[in-house]
């Protein structure tokens, strides 16, 4: 009886104990507060209800995304947004999910989560630039530091090379910005009064925004100085040749010529012809001047030939007239026939080289910009070392009497002219050598005649292609 009375005893208190660690289990569950020591980004919850905590942490959330942000610029320009309009957003989704798995899920689940639940929290923050990006745009940053200058060259009247530098502006360091912005945001919750009257202060993070060109690089082209001149004198040419003249070198006047570029006289004509495009004067046509279109062009390519031969630039292509010129001696002149003959010069100096021609009064002038060594100067000699005679062509002419004559056309003599360039370094010579052998070839003197029976009469020359020099064709 006693044994029986005992093991009841024992029933009964395993029934209370049971029902006192049940009872405690469900009250450790079941708690709306939350385990003490608890802090989310240094705020203190523990104890607190879970639903005002809810509350709470909302309401500080939206309190940091609204503290004020103030950017200054160099300019003492300010520009004041809240935190979230500068694309800072705070959130506690890990805090807020941990909260859900106290009050969440049977009670065994609800125990054990409470027992494990971490006692330090912190925010996630996120940050996008893309909002702040258009208000501190490229018009912003125009507006407050202005557009960055190009450093210019300036060749002066007087024939000097003159820099000035370029001016810098700035532009947003983005990546600085963001790295700035995120080390002085607020990333505390602890009391929702600290943020009240609370702004951040921020110099905008600038970059040096460099123009396209600057002093440095201009210099490094190396424009020093003029290297070469040269003139010839349009002396008595009427209006249409002297356009000509002046819409060719108008044509030809800034190119800028980089180390080893070659000069193609061809394509300054063809920017004349779109520009102005060239009016009449007198052409060579196979060797006879003839009413043309464009005549005189040929005065600015031989007038660049004299420079460039001064400034010991390499010759690629150049021809003489089939006539001598009367404003440069025989054998310094550069003849143009459209699609035939060109002009064409390569710089080897190895700077950069800038062309300027004009025409002023009667004077065509062209000079040579870049860098070439002053102690060296070029000495150009042309001498005849044959003249060629003019033959006679006859033509009949059945309207004079038997065996009577007229001239027609007088002949032209001709000449075969050397011309030599000479290198002067501190002007004495150093280098000579021929530069070209050029033939002004004689022109027929032309006779009419009336055989009359005296025999055949002169068959005319064989008919050529029209080659039209110092003109264009058309």
Request: net charge positive; proline share 5%.
């Amino acid at each position: 009886m006693k044994k029986i009375h005992a093991a009841l005893i024992a029933v009964i208190g395993l029934i209370l104990a049971g029902s006192l660690a049940a009872g405690g289990l469900h009250l450790y569950g079941t708690q709306h507060t939350l385990p003490a020591k608890t802090f989310v980004a240094g705020w203190d919850v523990g104890g607190i209800e879970i639903s005002e905590v809810r509350t709470g942490l909302a309401s500080r959330l939206k309190a940091l995304e609204a503290v004020p942000l103030v950017l200054k610029a160099e300019t003492n320009t300010e520009l004041t947004v809240t935190l979230q309009q500068a694309g800072m957003s705070y959130d506690a989704e890990e805090f807020l999910q941990g909260l859900s798995t106290l009050t969440e899920g049977s009670l065994l689940e609800r125990v054990r989560a409470r027992r494990s639940f971490p006692r330090t929290w912190e925010l996630g923050v996120h940050l996008d630039l893309a909002q702040l990006r258009k208000s501190l745009s490229p018009a912003w940053e125009k507006e407050t530091f202005g557009d960055p200058v190009d450093a210019v060259r300036r060749i002066t009247a007087d024939d000097r090379v003159e820099y000035t530098p370029e001016k810098t502006s700035y532009e947003v360091d983005w990546r600085a910005l963001e790295l700035t912005l995120r080390a002085a945001v607020p990333m505390s919750l602890s009391s929702a009064d600290s943020l009240e009257g609370k702004r951040i202060v921020l110099e905008v993070p600038l970059s040096i925004k460099q123009p396209d060109v600057t002093l440095k690089a201009l210099k490094e082209q190396g424009v020093e100085r003029k290297i070469s001149q040269f003139s010839t004198s349009l002396g008595a040419s009427g209006p249409g040749r002297t356009f000509n003249v002046a819409a060719a070198a108008e044509a030809v006047n800034g190119t800028m010529l980089p180390p080893g570029a070659v000069f193609d006289y061809g394509k300054a004509i063809q920017k004349a012809q779109a520009d102005t495009g060239f009016r009449e004067a007198p052409v060579i046509v196979n060797g006879k001047l003839q009413p043309g279109t464009g005549g005189g062009i040929c005065q600015v390519s031989s007038t660049l030939y004299n420079a460039a031969l001064r400034s010991g630039l390499e010759i690629v292509e150049r021809r003489n007239h089939s006539l001598p010129v009367s404003y440069l001696p025989k054998g310094q002149d550069a003849t143009f026939s459209e699609g035939n003959i060109n002009f064409r010069f390569r710089n080897n100096t190895g700077k950069y080289l800038i062309i300027h021609a004009a025409v002023q009064g009667r004077t065509l002038t062209v000079k040579l910009f870049g860098t070439f060594p002053k102690n060296v100067t070029f000495l150009v000699q042309s001498r005849t070392v044959e003249v060629l005679a003019p033959t006679d062509k006859y033509v009949s002419d059945p309207s004079l009497p038997n065996g009577g004559t007229r001239v027609i056309q007088n002949g032209k003599t001709g000449y075969v002219v050397e011309t030599h360039i000479t290198r002067l370094v501190d002007g004495k010579a150093v280098e000579k050598k021929l530069l070209s052998r050029d033939t002004y070839y004689a022109q027929k003197r032309i006779i009419a005649i009336n055989r009359g029976g005296m025999g055949k009469s002169t068959s005319p020359d064989p008919r050529k292609t029209p080659v039209v020099e110092d003109g264009v064709r058309g």
